[in-house]
């Protein structure tokens, strides 16, 4: 199964500043073909909406479906990571990838909860077990932000 990479820069809108879009993407014989960067375009609001909201089911609700690909059995959710301007790019650059794969896999505990009917509250503590790391499917830089889409199966994770 051939691994696929491109690289693409396109100027970002709002500040004029070119956004570095990285897609990965795997090849299958029959595969289902997924724009993630419109599926990124599409998380990112209802995550938002979920945080603004955090007691509406209804955004949870609009959230998980959006995010789960019940065919696969698969989540996908957007974390993101800001850049630390007071240490050097290397550095920022790494911490930005923790921080937004951190976030993305705390959706993901999130939207299996809410799958299940749990709907927890998003400023709820909630602790879990993922079995598997994820598949970084898109990176996007936007100014100093990362966003990274993963795509984590929904079985292995065990809420705490």
């Known amino acids: ?47 938002k ?8 089911p209804n955004a949870m609700k ?7 690909d019940a065919e696969e059995r698969i989540f996908y959710c957007v974390g993101t990571g800001a850049a630390n301007p007071t240490l ?4 920022q ?12 896999k705390r959706w993901a505990l999130y939207l299996n909860e809410w799958r299940r009917g749990n709907y927890v509250n998003i400023t709820s503590p909630l602790s879990g077990k993922l079995s598997s790391v994820g598949e970084v499917v898109l990176e996007k830089v936007k100014g100093d932000t990362l966003y990274l889409l993963i795509s984590l199966p929904a079985e292995g994770m065990n809420i705490l």
């Not at 790494?94 to 951190?102: D, E, T, V, Y």
């Open 88 to 91: 050097p790019p290397a550095v």
């Open 62 to 68: 609009n959230l998980c479906a959006a995010a789960f």
């Open 49 to 56: 909406s979920v945080t603004q909201a955090p007691d509406d």
């Open 93 to 104: 650059e790494q911490g930005m990838k923790r921080a937004a794969r951190l976030t993305g």
């Open 1 to 47: 199964m051939p691994l696929i990479s491109c690289r693409k820069e396109t100027k970002s809108a709002a500040a004029g500043q070119p956004a570095v879009l990285r897609e990965i993407s795997r090849e299958k014989k029959g595969e289902k073909a997924i724009n993630y960067d419109s599926l990124l375009q599409i998380l990112l609001p209802l995550q």
